[in-house]
T-cell receptor
Framework: GAGVSQSPRYKVAKRGQDVALRCDPI?????LFWYQQALGQGPEFLTY????????KSGLPSDRFFAERPEGSVSTLKIQRTQQEDSAVYLC???????????FGQGTRLTVV | DQQVKQNSPSLSVQEGRISILNCDYT??????FLWYKKYPAEGPTFLIS?????DKNEDGRFTVFLNKSAKHLSLHIVPSQPGDSAVYFC?????????FGQGTTLQVKP
C-alpha cells in the first residue's frame, strides 16, 4: 500500500507476556519513528531509525522495550514482560531523509490485562 | 519537562467562523514546526508545516503563523467546517525527531 502499515491493529496481552508490533513504512522512506500515545495525550517519542541504524532511543521507557529495523525497511517494536502501564497506542511514522513531515500509520492499540 | 505545549484542551467554533489553535514551545533549537490532525482510531495526519526561517505559511483554508521571539505558533482555519472536528497536535522538530504537544480537540458546530 501507499501508506504506513502497522500490525496488529489491536493487541490484548496478559501481564508478563512478550509482544511484538510491526511497522511497514512508506517505500523509499529512510527515517522511521516509534511513538507511544497514552489516552488524552500527545504522541511521545520512543526511538528513531535512519535506514537500519537506530540513531536515537532516548525515549524508550525501560530496557523491556526494544526496537529493530534490520534491513532498513520493516521495523519491529518488542516489549518484554508487559505491564499495565504499557497499555497505549503505539504509532509508527516514516519520512524521507531531509524532510520533517512524518507520515503515521493507524497505530497498534495495546491493552495489558 | 513539556517542550511543546497546547494549553487549550478544547475549542468550539461555529461553522464558517475562524478557528485559532495555539501552541507554545520552549526549545529555541527547534527548526521546523508542524500541525497534525487526528480522527478517532486513526493515526495523525500531516496538515501543514513551517520552517523557522518563515513567519507564515498558507495552504488553502489553513494558515500557520510562527512568532519566534514569543516561541509561539498558531493554526488558523478559515472558514471552519464540521469535517474539521478532530484533535489537532502541534509538533516541533529537533535533530530529526518530532516533539508533540498534548493536543486540542476542535469541535465545529453546524
Amino acid at each position: 500500500g501507499a501508506g504506513v502499515s502497522q500490525s496488529p491493529r489491536y493487541k490484548v496481552a496478559k501481564r508478563g507476556q512478550d509482544v511484538a508490533l510491526r511497522c511497514d513504512p512508506i517505500s523509499g522512506h529512510v527515517s522511521l519513528f516509534w511513538y507511544q500515545q497514552a489516552l488524552g495525550q500527545g504522541p511521545e517519542f520512543l526511538t528513531y531509525f535512519q535506514n537500519e541504524a537506530q540513531l536515537d532511543k532516548s525515549g524508550l521507557p525501560s530496557d523491556r522495550f526494544f526496537a529493530e529495523r534490520p534491513e532498513g525497511s520493516v521495523s519491529t517494536l518488542k516489549i518484554q514482560r508487559t505491564q499495565q502501564e504499557d497499555s497505549a497506542v503505539y504509532l509508527c511514522a516514516s519520512s524521507r531523509t531531509g524532510t520533517a513531515e512524518a507520515f503515521f500509520g493507524q497505530g497498534t492499540r495495546l491493552t495489558v490485562v | 519537562d513539556q517542550q511543546v505545549k497546547q494549553n487549550s484542551p478544547s475549542l468550539s467554533v461555529q461553522e464558517g467562523r475562524i478557528s485559532i489553535l495555539n501552541c507554545d514551545y520552549t526549545n529555541s533549537m527547534f527548526d521546523y514546526f508542524l500541525w497534525y490532525k487526528k480522527y478517532p482510531a486513526e493515526g495523525p495526519t500531516f496538515l501543514i508545516s513551517i520552517s523557522s526561517i518563515k513567519d507564515k505559511n498558507e495552504d488553502g483554508r489553513f494558515t500557520v503563523f510562527l512568532n519566534k521571539s514569543a516561541k509561539h505558533l498558531s493554526l488558523h482555519i478559515v472558514p471552519s467546517q464540521p469535517g474539521d472536528s478532530a484533535v489537532y497536535f502541534c509538533a516541533a522538530s529537533a535533530s530529526g525527531k518530532l516533539i508533540f504537544g498534548q493536543g486540542t480537540t476542535l469541535q465545529v458546530k453546524p
